[in-house]
């Protein structure tokens, strides 16, 4: 997508268009319009990365409640308040026990570069959390620089093996993304190099698909035993988590459960991709904040809650939408999106190859292309040379450490001596959606849109 | 793409002079048996009796073991299997040999569906008929099946053979790339991009070999090759109809 169709100013300078008295309409406006002429002059819709643009409830629109006289503060750079979490402890014998509860979301190696990828290990390695393969295969880069790895088992298996199940940390069973659930990808061909094709068993440079449902199972009890073979193979040493795409959040935790995962991973709309419809991303799944409850009820109802670990992603930015997460009842957030841009994507300083490509830092999502200058979304080896994985991965530690510390200092004003104690009665809502989907009260009230 | 002859030439030590283990599922769990052939050795010899159906069997072998299934098995039977051999004197269900990446398994029954999905390498050999979505997204796996198998069968294939001897049934191949699959009998309908191929005399040896190596006498001149018309490797507005 470029520029012009994410609602760049007019050809008028605004003075102008408020002169000549321009209205613009909210049903077409100027982003709709471009979308309409580039369909109408291609016959193709918008394939991009990234993860949904549209405004929709997010964790902007919680707020924490700070202790005063009822709650019990504790001091900020001075008590303790630990991060650390156990992921996987339900069956597993060898649970991961990761140092804050920030973890790196599945990214292929193959959407990225395989500099992108030893970059998030050697990150996520130096705050002791753990990073995530994607739909491609294990990488010895991404397996040598992550001290806690988690292997992906997709659908489209592409690269799968035994002896990388076996290396793997945990198992991430995945049956959807919050971007796309229910639907595959596709990884065009100008991203299919030798290495990539020779991963995925494809010739060089076609387009690749990869399949919306496991090509071996088709439901929840068939699912329970597909993660019996994966136990079995793996000798119950290895976590096995399950990943949703957030749509119907309640029953698919509930059936993962009884399928017998660990953890359980689910993923809102606004969770990244590396490229696939635009229609798709922004009109199918529901958002991170409505889901996260829903989730918790099903794990809450089954007894489970905390026993079997939730994790979160789709959007997560900042420390306080980590600690909000949490209170909502997450044991640990994944980040995608946000720990590219802390590698260095749509980084400013290749403003003018992202103009070049009608485009600008802070726009650029057209991953499919394989031509993101900052090296991370791409196999051009020129292009991908410009990230240093050393230098990748001190940003992205620096970025997690950030994002913990940010947490704790909430959690600390929350009254926590550990991020898993916060609680919903810790937030309010701003807005009645927000209220409604959280599950909080609206702030200022004890009301609760829905709530018995 | 592990190849027929690397199969047929894999190496280990021989035997031993002990009599092959047995394990009874009857008195035993599954797990007692998967965790054995995890530790097993090259050239150990092991026989499963009273199998019962119980799914997971025989998973995850990664040594040059033989195992001898008497009964018929669950699901993911030989699932991840590497380098050894296991043959089913019985039935299979779903996700036989899953995603196999080298070494052998023999059913000598019939194979529910989804045979060898995923399968990087290996050979898989269905004495009988397998279900649907036989070598459903293949990657480099042989199958050789005696019988019939259904519909949807080496659906988005990617590499690897597929020997039929009996009939396929509709949307064989559909989005298949780089497989070749080989039919003996009727097809009931071809998959989007999946079209008949002639058959050269390297597919005629191509064929013999695997047909051998099954412990099979069919003549290869009576079979059929398809393979992808190459159409679909890049997407376009023009062939949206396909999809």
């Known amino acids: 997508m470029t520029i012009t169709s994410l609602g760049a100013p007019s050809a008028l300078p605004a003075r102008q268009v408020e002169e000549l008295g321009l209205r613009e309409s909210a049903t077409f406006d100027r982003a709709t319009i471009a979308d309409i002429q580039r369909a109408a002059a291609t016959g193709v819709y918008d394939i991009r990365g990234w993860g949904a643009k549209r405004k929709v409830p997010h964790f902007d629109d919680l707020l924490f409640l700070g202790a005063s006289m009822s709650r019990y503060p504790l001091e900020g750079y001075r008590e303790k308040c630990d991060t650390d979490v156990v992921l996987g402890d339900r069956y597993a014998s060898k649970p991961l026990h990761l140092q804050t509860p920030v973890t790196i979301a599945g990214m292929s190696f193959g959407a990225l570069s395989a500099n992108a990828k030893e970059a998030l290990g050697r990150g996520a390695s130096e705050v002791g959390t753990s990073t995530t393969t994607g739909d491609g295969g294990m990488t010895p880069e991404e397996r040598g620089q992550s001290k806690h790895l988690v292997y992906q088992y997709l659908p489209s298996r592409y690269g799968m093996n035994p002896d990388d199940l076996r290396k793997a940390d945990a198992i991430e069973v995945v049956l959807g993304q919050g971007a796309k659930p229910g639907g595959g990808g596709m990884l065009l061909g100008q991203k299919i190099t030798e290495r990539v094709a020779g991963m995925r068993t494809l010739p060089v440079g076609i387009d690749q698909r990869s399949a919306s449902r496991h090509p071996d199972w088709t439901g929840p009890d068939d699912l329970e035993i597909k993660i019996g073979e994966l136990r079995e193979i793996t000798d119950w040493k290895t976590p096995i988590y399950v990943k949703i795409g957030a749509s119907r959040p309640y029953y698919d935790t509930a059936l993962a459960v009884k399928a017998g995962a660990d953890v359980v991973v689910v993923d809102g709309m606004q969770g990244g991709t590396a490229a696939t419809q635009q229609v798709f991303i922004e009109n199918v799944g529901i958002p991170t904040l409505a889901a996260i409850p829903q989730a918790v009820q099903a794990l809450q109802e089954l007894g489970l809650h905390r026993k079997v670990q939730l994790i979160v992603s789709g959007g997560i930015r900042t420390g306080a939408d980590v600690a909000k997460a949490m209170a909502l009842g997450a044991d640990a957030v994944a980040i995608g999106t946000a720990a590219l841009i802390a590698l260095g994507d749509n980084d400013p300083r290749y403003a003018a190859e992202y103009a070049a490509m009608g485009s600008a830092a802070g726009f650029y999502d057209d991953f499919q292309a394989g031509r993101d200058p900052a090296g991370i979304t791409t196999q051009d080896p020129e292009l991908s040379s410009r990230l240093d994985p050393i230098e990748g991965g001190r940003r992205l530690a620096n970025y997690l450490r950030v994002l913990t510390m940010e947490a704790q200092t909430i959690a600390r004003a929350c009254g926590k001596s550990h991020l898993r104690n916060l609680e919903p009665e810790d937030l309010v809502a701003l807005t009645i959606e927000a209220s409604a989907m959280a599950r909080v009260p609206l702030a200022g009230t004890s009301w609760i849109p829905g709530a018995k | 793409m592990v190849t027929l002859i690397e199969t047929q030439t894999q190496d280990y030590p021989a035997a031993t002079d002990e009599l092959p283990a047995l394990v009874d599922l009857a008195d035993s769990p599954v797990r007692d048996l998967n965790q054995a052939l995890h530790e097993a050795l090259d050239g150990q010899s092991w026989t499963v009796e009273n199998p019962g159906g119980k799914h997971s ?181 023009h062939n949206s109809t396909s999809y």
Request: aromatic share 4%.
């Open chain 2, 57 to 237: 069997l025989a998973v995850g072998i990664d040594a040059g073991v033989s195992v001898t299934i008497n009964g018929h098995a669950g699901y993911y039977a030989a699932g991840m299997h590497q380098k050894g051999e296991v043959t089913i004197n019985g039935n299979a269900g779903v996700g036989l040999a899953e995603n196999i990446m080298s070494g052998k398994v023999h059913v000598k029954g019939d194979a529910s569906q989804s045979a060898a999905a995923t399968g990087h390498g290996g050979l898989v050999v269905i004495d009988g008929n397998a279900g649907a979505r036989c070598g459903i997204s293949m990657k480099g796996v042989d199958i050789v099946v005696g019988g019939n198998i259904g519909h949807m069968s080496a659906f988005m294939a990617q590499a690897g053979r597929l020997v039929v001897c009996g009939d396929a049934g509709d949307a064989l191949g559909d989005s298949i790339y780089e497989a070749r699959i080989y039919v003996k009998g009727t097809v009931a309908s071809l998959g989007a991009d999946c079209i008949e191929k002639p058959m050269k005399a390297e597919h005629l040896e191509e064929l013999a070999g695997l047909l051998a190596a099954a412990g099979r006498t069919d003549d290869p001149a009576d079979f059929k090759r398809y393979g992808s018309a190459r159409n679909l490797y890049h997407f376009s507005v």
